[in-house]
């Protein structure tokens, strides 16, 4: 019996991928005949036209009725989130694969990059993940918002990376977004098996690699192979010392087919903490970018963890215990499944009245960027 393929998003992504799949791109494991390959959609002008290129277009709602040989194929990348999220709430049983911005750059393989990634939607993704791998970094830039530039040294080893990626699995089905991040990332001795074993843990992921650009012509052959046969990306904060390099880097990575993006410049750096706590939380909150970070095996927003590193170096006490502690949990022992640990980190708390990360409209609050020794008023208003 054949299997019946759905592909969910009937969009350009849709039509490219059902392109591919007739061209026999993704043989021996996608083998269907036309007549057994359908459309979803949301969208109720799409679902309308009853066929699209040939394919007959259904409702979320009408998967079920296809019978259990049936294997559900996200085409979108950006609405993949979306449809899983609803692919579990109607409970659908099928086997459901996420296609990767990769495949349609024709840079899928065998190994670590499938095209085709199997999502379990009885768990979530997280949208946005960045995991300091390392604190050191060679710039020393004064009011650092990782607060990574009090001269420690610490680094994830491969073993404790490893271990990182396998409990996050437990919680979640896949990665939006995955930086890497320091600290400077490309001090770190190991990147290159980092990388590897980000992407085999999760070849859903858009893979990144944030860096203040510095080390960029060091790059050793078999890390850039690495970041090549992964398919990451290169993200450089442009920092005034390497504003006028900008075009030797811009070079380097494209006479080697390096993925990259600039961030920046960033000529002002702002301060992060109000000790009074007295902003509105909920507004600060409106305007924040939901990040999730990794630190200390906790997933949070940071900022109570970047509280206890300055008064633990300062010997100091910025807030209360109670507020540092809000929404953070330990990946290896939380009670909490990943939907409910996303709910949470996408709620208020009372941490964010301290938090002065948004108010970059405030002159009180930006100074010129400068590198030189840390001080406690470098981050706090």
């Keep these: 019996m054949n299997m019946n393929t759905v592909i969910f998003c009937a969009g350009h992504y849709g039509i490219q991928l059902l392109n591919m799949i007739h061209k026999g791109l993704f043989s021996p494991e996608i083998q269907v005949n036309k007549d057994d390959i359908f459309f979803c959609d949301n969208n ?9 290129a040939g394919c007959k277009v259904l409702s979320p709602d009408k998967i079920e009725e296809l019978g259990k040989d049936t294997r559900i194929i996200i085409s979108s990348p950006q609405n993949a989130d979306f449809v899983m999220e609803q692919l579990h709430k ?7 694969y996420y296609t990767p911005e990769y495949v349609y750059k024709f840079l899928w393989n065998t190994a670590n990059m499938p095209p085709f990634v199997k999502m379990d939607i009885d768990k979530p993704r997280i949208k946005k993940l960045q995991i300091p791998i390392i604190e050191l970094c060679n710039l020393n830039c004064r009011g650092c918002n990782l607060i990574y530039n009090l001269n420690s040294e610490k680094r994830m080893s491969v073993d404790e990376f490893i271990k990182t990626m396998k409990s996050l699995r437990k919680l979640f089905s896949g990665i939006k977004k995955l930086t890497l991040l320091g600290g400077e990332p490309f001090i770190h001795p190991d990147l290159k098996n980092l990388v590897l074993e980000a992407r085999h843990y999760f070849s859903d992921s858009d893979l990144e690699i944030r860096t203040n650009g510095t080390q960029i012509f060091k790059l050793k052959d078999e890390l850039l192979s690495a970041i090549l046969e992964t398919y990451t990306e290169i993200a450089i904060s442009l920092y005034p010392p390497l504003i006028d390099k900008k075009p030797e880097i811009e070079l380097f990575l494209r006479e080697r087919n390096v993925r990259y993006r600039f961030l920046g410049p960033f000529l002002e750096f702002n301060k992060i903490f109000n000790p009074k706590g007295d902003y509105d939380g909920e507004e600060i909150h409106r305007g924040c970018e939901l990040c999730t970070n990794l630190m200390q095996d906790e997933l949070s927003c940071g900022l109570g963890h970047g509280i206890e590193t300055l008064e633990e170096y300062y010997g100091v006490s910025l807030c209360k215990d109670e507020y540092k502690k809000l929404n953070r949990f330990n990946i290896h022992t939380t009670d ?15 941490l964010c009245d301290f938090c002065a990360y948004q108010k970059k409209n405030d002159a009180d609050n930006m100074f010129l960027w400068s590198c030189g020794t840390p001080k406690l008023e470098d981050w706090i208003i």
């Design 336 to 350: 909490l499944d990943g939907w409910e640990i996303n709910r949470r980190l996408a709620l208020p708390t009372r």
């Design 90 to 96: 109607i409970g659908v049983k099928h086997p459901v």
């Design 44 to 52: 109720p002008e799409v679902i309308a036209k009853s066929y699209i």
